[in-house]
């Protein structure tokens, strides 16, 4: 089988010379059924053309450097199996609603900027001294955020939002997880921190439930959950006597 | 984003139906309180159309109202996060139990329309 191949269009762009990006087709060695698309890119870059950019990091799943669109779906190249695609050909762009840097490069300032926004780790009021040992939490205060806590920041959610993609200005879903991630742990007094950014309209109102950001997302998470269910949080604490209260 | 952004995927489309659903709704409600404001010169005054056009067109409202409510108790069952004695109820049962109570109430309002009519 080591003759079998397989087509990769990747999408090239080079910002002194092209208007637009394009398609570029490679013909790539299929041999074993366990490549994944990254592979192919790592053939591309290795053996007919080393000018292709990409991020790519792990290789496995965990550090979300390498998501892209894969026949039109936001995917970790490194989870997209070849013999899904193969024998039609795979086409690689870089990840939606992001602006392109180069070939399949996209700048994720906004993200990073959106996700330090929502201030991402635990915040006290006081913190404990180290005497008095750890803060203990039961499997059910664990329960409570812990499939928010397997974000990678791979932003695949954002570029499957199409509200994200008509404006700009939408906190999205990675972000809004991350924040009822630390509102939800019984450690974090910081709920108040968080609410300006996560409860005004470009944050939770903004998203109209489309879905998509759950279903692309390759840890499990389920982030348009996380801003629903802050939606409801946030009306209960406007609307409820002494709701207010953290 | 292009226009066409919601023909790209079955899921954009679905939601996109999901959401146009509301207006047919709105337009038909309209109509039933416009009806029913028509009965403050006595019964004479509720004229209800008869013609098949608005019979299609209720028709195809029905099916509106039942896909979104369908979606609306099946995304509401995901939101919802009730605790019972410290343990969180599956969402599964949340959603089971809203149809549940979705077809009770509506075999009692049909049972109350139905009373008053004869």
């Given at each position: 089988m080591a003759d079998k191949t397989i087509t990769v269009r990747a999408a090239r762009f080079d910002?002194?010379?092209?208007k637009e990006p394009r398609l570029q087709s490679y013909e790539v060695p299929?041999?074993?059924?366990?490549?994944v698309v990254l592979d192919a890119l790592n053939h591309i870059k290795n053996h007919i053309d080393g000018s292709l950019s990409y991020r790519w990091s792990c290789r496995m799943g965990i550090c979300g450097s390498c998501g892209m669109m894969v026949n039109g779906t936001p995917k970790l190249t490194c989870n997209a199996f070849l013999r899904d695609y193969w024998p039609r050909p795979v086409v690689v762009q870089p990840l939606n609603n992001f602006p392109l840097i180069r070939d399949l490069v996209i700048d994720m300032d906004d993200f990073m900027h959106k996700l330090k926004s929502i201030k991402p780790w635990i915040i006290r009021k006081q913190e404990l001294p180290l005497g008095a040992g750890e803060h203990r939490q039961t499997n059910e205060q664990i329960d409570d955020f812990r499939q928010f806590s397997?974000?990678?920041?791979?932003m695949l959610c954002y570029a499957a939002c199409p509200i994200y993609g008509l404006n700009e200005e939408f906190l999205g879903p990675a972000a809004t997880a991350l924040a009822r991630r630390y509102n939800l742990d019984s450690r974090d007094e910081g709920l108040k921190d968080r609410l300006p950014v996560v409860a005004e309209a470009e944050g939770i109102w903004e998203c109209s439930f489309v879905g998509e950001c759950s279903v692309v997302c390759p840890k499990g998470v389920d982030p348009a959950k996380a801003i629903q269910q802050t939606k409801l949080d946030t009306t209960m604490r406007f609307v409820l006597p002494y709701g207010n209260r953290e | 984003m292009p226009l066409n952004w919601w023909t790209r995927q079955r899921h954009y489309f679905l939601y996109m139906l999901r959401e146009f659903t509301a207006l047919p709704m709105a337009l038909w409600l309209i109509w039933l309180l416009y009806e029913i404001s028509g009965l403050r010169s006595g019964a004479h005054g509720y004229t209800p159309p008869r013609s098949g056009l608005f019979v299609a067109f209720s028709v195809v409202v029905l099916l509106f109202s039942l896909y979104h409510s369908y979606t609306f108790l099946k995304l509401a069952g995901v939101i919802m996060r009730i605790k019972v004695l410290d343990r969180q109820i599956p969402s599964r049962v949340i959603v089971f139990t809203m149809f549940g109570a979705w077809a009770v109430a509506s075999a009692v309002i049909a049972f109350v329309l139905i009373w008053f009519a004869r």
């Open positions: 910002p002194e010379h092209d299929f041999y074993d059924e366990s490549m397997e974000c990678i920041n791979c | -």
